[in-house]
């Protein structure tokens, strides 16, 4: 009775890893470091000659104390900058954020197309849409998360603050 029921929970188990990679890339995905959980990161198909690409996500602080994402990493690029984009003079711009991006305790900090973004710097290979991309966000408190950028179609403006949960 008690093997048959272990077995079951497995084979669910095993199940739900096989959906969540075989299914939706737009469906969302969560990871939890420490305080933080960061829902859905995820960045647009580009090919391989694109100089930079974008990702996006939403980071919730659920503790008592102030956090930063310091840094970002991944093997699928020269390098990773934080940024901010801004309208100066009318014009949109976007430039690297100096000491990274405030987390206040307690709040939702949204990485969106035209607001803040993580920079992927000569992404490698191009991006294929319905890929992900692994991506290691260093928090100053939190510490470091490997998380999956999943890749959406070139278009993609993202969804919306709940959809899909
Ligand atoms: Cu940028």
Redesign the pocket.
Known sequence: MRRTLLRAVLTTGTAFVSLSFLGNPLAAHEYRVGDLAIDHPWTRAVGTAAP?A?GYMVIRNTGAAPDRLVAAETPRATRV?L?EMSITDGIMR?RPIAGGIALPAGGEVRLAPGGL?L?LIGPKGGFEQGVRVPTTLVFERAGRITVELAVEAPGARGTGPHQGH
Do not use: K, N, S, V
Request: aromatic letters at 0%; hydrophobic letters at 45%.
């Open positions: 930079t974008a900058e940024h976007m973004h920079m």
